[in-house]
């Protein structure tokens, strides 16, 4: 049988002895590495490791807390290498978390199958990875810069087969126990700048070594030629049971100043719970308000944005604005149409504000994206899992494009669309504030949803990438 060998960082001095048991289980086992002091995200240690290692394959256990092994759960990955040829390996595994009375729970941890387009620096592959020797061996001899945190990213990207274990292998302690939508901005927290300009170089690297890499090349955009629009802005809402926010975000859009004329659109997507009557209301009151009920049941948030900017009311420029949130101010819409024409582009996106319910300011804070450059947007675009906010679009390539017809991942979809070709323009002022709220449909995701909606990301993401690929092999 062939053997296996394990490698823990040790960087809290944590007991680990349990976790050393746990391994020798197993016929594969050979021993146990500690390396106290040091992180396996680092350069430096995966080639000390590299050096190191004399068996078939080697585990790398990433966390610094007691790990449980299922019963001969080594010799079945082992198995499964040797029946795959696989390069890197990782399973579904049990949490085991304390509850507010203290008392352990455990729970399964299913996880997603990693596909040529999930290039997110936090993919979630467990805390247990295991490589073929020699597949590691190589990979690390080709990383030549000295990466600080991105180390083992660039490990992984370089990885040809990956394979997913759908089987409950293992049991580790959870140490976040935040609710989703806690989660969700720390790609985007300013404290971990530094390490995003990390593993944005070692992407774009590995975008160039596959040939999907796009130069800032950009098509123009010839607003002088759009076709007649009866307003020049639409701010579009859709909205399914927001009685609670709705008319916030409504008079937010409607109290804009501008130069220019604009209307508000909101698709009201059969809601039940008195927004649809409160909207009428609003609309019998203001005519630049329109309330559009879609004849169909099936739309998701991107249908509803299709209905809203292929109608005869919709504007030269489409504004998104959440039924959820606001504009920070009554020169949101001014600051970007003006963008549109000075930066000549196809899509704005703005600057917004995370706050409370009560608009109180709320970590991480203002969320820019300062990370996106003209050289590298489009680029970067394909690792991050956002654009930021609020995004515009100029409507007759929207209406030439359409949206996915989702409620998850249809704006990003098309922002990777759009950066294929043409310019994205940014706004560093803040134009938007994100409430946070117990309401918010994201707010405390179950880990099968969370899984459903990283699986499509990267589904977009793949299907974005072999569009690369082909583009850039027929230039």
């Known amino acids: 049988m062939s053997s296996i060998e394990c490698f823990i960082s040790s960087m809290a001095g944590e007991d680990l002895s349990q976790t050393v048991e746990s391994f020798s289980r197993s016929d594969s086992f050979t021993g146990v590495t500690v390396l106290s002091g040091v992180s396996l995200r680092s350069t430096e240690t995966l080639r000390s490791i590299a050096e190191a290692i004399s068996h078939k394959y080697i585990l790398l256990y990433t966390k610094d807390k007691p790990l449980e092994m299922g019963m001969f759960a080594l010799d079945r990955i082992i198995s499964i290498a040797e029946d795959t040829g696989a390069d890197m390996l990782y399973a579904d595994h049990f949490t085991m978390v304390t509850d507010a009375d203290g008392n352990p729970r455990k729970h399964c941890h299913p996880l997603i199958d990693c596909q040529k387009g999930a290039l997110r620096d936090d993919f979630d592959f467990g805390s247990v990875l295991v490589f073929r020797s020699s597949s590691f061996r190589r990979a690390v001899r080709s990383i030549t810069e000295d990466y600080e945190w991105g180390a083992l990213y660039d490990l992984r990207l370089r990885m040809k087969r990956i394979v997913h274990i759908n089987e409950y292998l293992y049991t580790e302690i959870q140490t976040d126990n935040r609710k989703s939508g806690e989660k969700q901005f720390d790609y985007v927290d300013p404290k971990n700048r530094n390490v995003q300009i990390e593993m944005e170089k070692i992407c774009t690297d590995h975008l160039k070594r596959i040939g999907a890499w796009l ?143 009560q608009m109180n300011p709320i970590p991480p804070g203002v969320i820019d994206h300062r990370e996106w450059t003209e050289e590298n947007g489009r680029n970067n675009a394909l690792r ?92």
Not at 228 to 243: E, G, S
Not at 255 to 262: A, I, R, V
Not at 275 to 285: G, H, N, V
Not at 423 to 442: A, E, F, K, P, Q
């Open 215 to 357: 130069p800032p090349v950009f098509n123009d955009v010839d607003f002088s030629g759009s076709e007649a629009c009866p307003v020049t802005a639409t701010v579009v809402i859709p909205v399914f049971n927001r009685i609670k926010t709705v008319k916030d975000a409504v008079e937010s859009a409607l109290s804009q100043t501008c130069d220019f004329p604009y209307n508000v659109i909101v698709v009201d997507n059969h809601s039940t719970d008195g927004t649809t009557e409160l909207l009428a209301e609003m609309a019998s009151a203001n005519s630049n308000l329109v309330h559009l009920i879609p004849a169909k049941h099936d739309l998701g948030i991107g249908g509803c944005w299709n209905l809203a900017v292929h109608d005869g009311h919709c504007g030269e420029f489409a504004v998104q604005l959440d039924s959820d949130d606001v504009y920070s101010g009554p020169d949101t819409l001014q600051k970007i149409v003006d963008a549109f024409h000075e930066q000549k582009c196809a899509m704005v996106v703005g600057t917004y504000q995370m706050t409370d319910f």
């Open 384 to 475: 991050v899992n956002g654009l930021g906010a609020p995004r515009a679009f100029w409507t007759p390539l929207l209406r030439k494009l359409n949206l996915p017809n989702t409620s998850y991942g249809e704006d990003y979809a098309l922002g990777l669309r759009i950066s294929r070709e043409y310019r994205i323009g940014r706004i560093y002022d803040v134009l938007y504030c994100c409430r946070r709220w117990d309401g918010n449909s994201d707010a405390a995701l179950s880990v099968e949803k969370v899984n459903a909606n990283n699986l499509y990301k990267d589904r977009i993401r793949t299907w974005e990438l072999e569009a690369r690929i082909r583009l850039s092999s027929h230039k």
